[in-house]
């Protein structure tokens, strides 16, 4: 079975010291793109839905067409929404076929965010849907989270410990100075706190933000722990300016199957940049 949860992925990536590339798709082209790179490189993937991305298609049409691909995949590979601060959108999720979610309560206080959270685990875990979840504040937009620069807000060890503890979580993403979207100004993470974190988090921890980071801050924090590394932005960068570029280039071309072939060139390079890395092949 190629189609599986975070969990048998994300342990490995562990304990082998390495991270799995947690890439946001936005449609079949991306997907596809997506999955033939990690096949290629015969390494596991994770697929993210965005909430925004879900709710423009439908949870039944959009697994109606990830499912497939990713049953057939030569990989593993889990389908996960990503950042969904709404628990009854999760639990849809969860019944529509998506083998792993987010729900993120960052914004919320520890009490509550422990709650949902925990609401959450009990609805996911029977139906073998791997749960991930967030303490402190990941600056930037993603989807329509809005989180401000000076709401920034470092996850606290004593807090993290409570979190996890309480929620039993299967994966951990800990706000330590990345941002979403793309980075304005200097890059500040906290990597003693990523290490401590790591040291005592019972499950693998997720990096958000991955877009913009150096080739060495990645090294850095791969080598402290960190499993899963999400990859948004560069996604949609590499989709949208593919289109572009095909289309100044051929301005009489109106196939639309070559467009689409030659940007999903462009999302798969991009993709396959990221695994190759992540995986540490040269
Ligand atoms: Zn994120």
Redesign the pocket.
Known sequence: MSYVNMEAILEHARKNHYAVGAFNIVNYLTAKAAIEAAEELNQNIIIQTSVKTVKAFGIVEMMGFLKPIAENAQVKVAIHL??STDVEFTKACIDGGWSSVMYDGSQLPLVDNIKNTKEIVAYAKPKNVTVEGELGA?VGV?DDIVVKEGDHAHAKPADCRIYLKETGVDAFAPAIGTA?GVYKGEIKIDYDLFEDINEFSLCPLVL??GTGLSDEMFHRLISLGASKV?ISTAIKIAYCQGMAAFSKENPAQNDPLKLDAFTKQEVKKVVTEHIRFFSRID
């Open positions: 990503d950042h990941i993603e979403h958000h933000g999400n």
